[in-house]
């Protein structure tokens, strides 16, 4: 199983950054698959989680309304697009699969909202 992230970089507060997430390895199709980010000092946190299908989407508190998770299974990536960008985004995001017996992380991409 690899997960490789891709899109991270600097922007200033208010705009926005669209991360990607490539999966092999595994049935992509089959499983959900989430993002997580860490910042500086702080535990990771579970940021938004999408469904096999795509059909059921969930949001941390702190991102509902301009973070939108998605995928596109024939491609195997799964997608991040962060609008309305804030200082306290910044931090390193991960992309999370849990297929069965284990969990997959990537190597994570870093974003950084600063003016």
């Known amino acids: 199983v690899q997960l490789v992230e891709s899109g991270g970089g600097l922007v200033q507060p208010g705009g926005s950054l669209r991360l990607s997430c490539a999966a092999s390895g595994f049935t992509f199709s089959s499983y959900a698959m989430s993002w997580y980010r860490q910042a500086p000092g702080k535990e990771r946190e579970l940021v938004a989680t999408i469904s096999r299908a795509g059909g059921s989407r969930n949001y941390a508190d702190s991102v509902k309304g301009r973070f939108r998770i998605s995928r596109d299974n024939a491609k195997n990536t799964v997608y991040l697009q962060m609008n309305i960008l804030k200082t306290e985004d910044t931090a390193v995001y991960y992309c999370?699969?849990?297929?069965?017996?284990?969990?997959?992380w990537g190597q994570g991409t870093q974003v950084t909202v600063s003016s």
């Open positions: 999370y699969a849990r297929v069965p017996g284990s969990d997959y």
